[in-house]
């Protein structure tokens, strides 16, 4: 499977508070104020995302990637991909956070590049699991 910008298991949320799902939202009033303070946001139910699978969510004009190590751990990763800036997305044939722009493949636990051309590793958001809920520290 070719994975795209915008693939096709990726999980919308904060796109508009309208859009909401069975997971509270919380950063919904002032989503794009740059000057807003870190906050955790609520991304996802726990429970849609089994050990050891991955996925993109959306937060406000943002995406990120998600891979469930555990019952009690989630990593996340800024979707920017640090090559070129393209959207970096879930390419479950390979394993890996893949790039569709030029290639570049990141690993789903660490982020670190397997595939050039990157050279850096994704940017790793402090995320956890909380009350059945994946939450991201933005
Ligand atoms: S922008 Fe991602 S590989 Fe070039």
């Not at 919380?26 to 303070?37: L, V």
Request: with cysteine; aromatic share 6%; hydrophobic share 35%.
């Amino acid at each position: 499977m070719k994975p795209t910008t915008t693939p096709c298991r990726r999980r919308t949320f904060l796109g508009g508070c309208a859009a909401a799902s069975a997971v509270t939202l919380t950063a919904c009033a002032g989503a794009d104020e740059e000057s807003e303070p870190s906050q955790w946001v609520e991304v996802l139910d726990a429970e849609s995302l089994a050990v050891g699978a991955s996925e993109q969510v959306q937060v406000g004009e943002e995406y990120f990637l998600l891979h469930r190590v555990s019952d009690a751990e989630v990593r996340a990763f800024s979707a920017v991909c640090t090559h070129q800036g393209c959207t970096v997305g879930v390419d479950e044939d390979r394993g890996t956070f893949r790039c569709p722009c030029h290639g570049s493949e990141y690993n789903l636990v660490t982020g670190q590049v397997e595939v050039r051309p990157a050279e850096d590793p994704l940017d790793a958001v402090e995320a956890e699991i909380s009350e059945g809920v994946i939450r991201l520290y933005l």
